[in-house]
């Protein structure tokens, strides 16, 4: 079933945060090496994408649980799956193979949940992170000119990342955290590529973070700004995720609603970290935040980032279950 006939009719719901999952398995360096790795030069322990090869296991109940809890899309465990991100882990060789499993793991889950419910389709979701550089921001205070990393080597890398994720069964890519819009655009030219070279596309999601109380992404766009600077490129949707707890997101929502003519898709924190960098929010307290959201008609897809679990999902699920997705309109941008 082709996903956008869904999102015309229904929310449609995308799962919750891997990384706070995969902390409840207080895992050790071992878990992260396994058989495979154990002699490997480098500390290993934090690299969450790795135990898509170590702990496929771990990767594979993570899945389940979300789909239980009413997830129609589960984001592949690849949001550090760049050869930039695993640089800091010796690990740029095996991008590609950790690509494919990690979408070959979901693609498993989600074709055994649809089989089981074929009225509930599962779709699966090429998670790719805005890694660990910035292309519009120098980290050189002293030399403003400087950059760490170049558009051509941002693109080569998120090229090699989406063919493993396409390789191992993806049906969306979804290009998120974007806190940086010169990364996401060498991310969607990276996809644009691949797609002309292998004949073959699937649709694209692409989702910014607004980093405070400012309404801007880190590399000082506004919403708007931000949304019209990826709308050359065709787009399944445009969302928000991560960064801020739901209450906080909703005037950004609401100027994508208003202005974009896609779905819009959200999927905020847990609130925001306390001082142990932990989130509080309870699943009742989210879903009732969200449920605002949906009694505005302005979102098609929502579900959870940092702090967010099954139990969240799952009760955002619920919510989603009782109202009409946005329906898409002609935008009205500024000065229009």
Known sequence: MDIRDLLDNRILVLDGAMGTMIQRYKLEENDFRGQRFKDHTKPLKGDNDLLSLTRPDIIRQIHEAYFEAGADIAETNTF??????QADYGMEDIVYELNVEAARIAREVADRFTANDPAKPRFVAGAIGPTNKTASLSPDVSNPGFRAITFDQLAESYKEQARGLMDGGADIMLVETVFDTLNAKAALFAIRELYKESGKELPVMVSGTITDASGRTLSGQTTEAFMISVSHVPLLSIGLNCALGASALRPYLKVLAQKSD??????????????FGEYDESPEDMARQIEEFLKDELVNVVGGCCGTTPEHIRAIAAVAKKYKPRKIGVPSFAGS
């Open 262 to 275: 896609m779905f819009v898709s959200t999927h905020p924190n847990a609130g925001l970290p306390n001082e």
């Open 80 to 85: 550090n799956g760049t050869s930039i991100a």
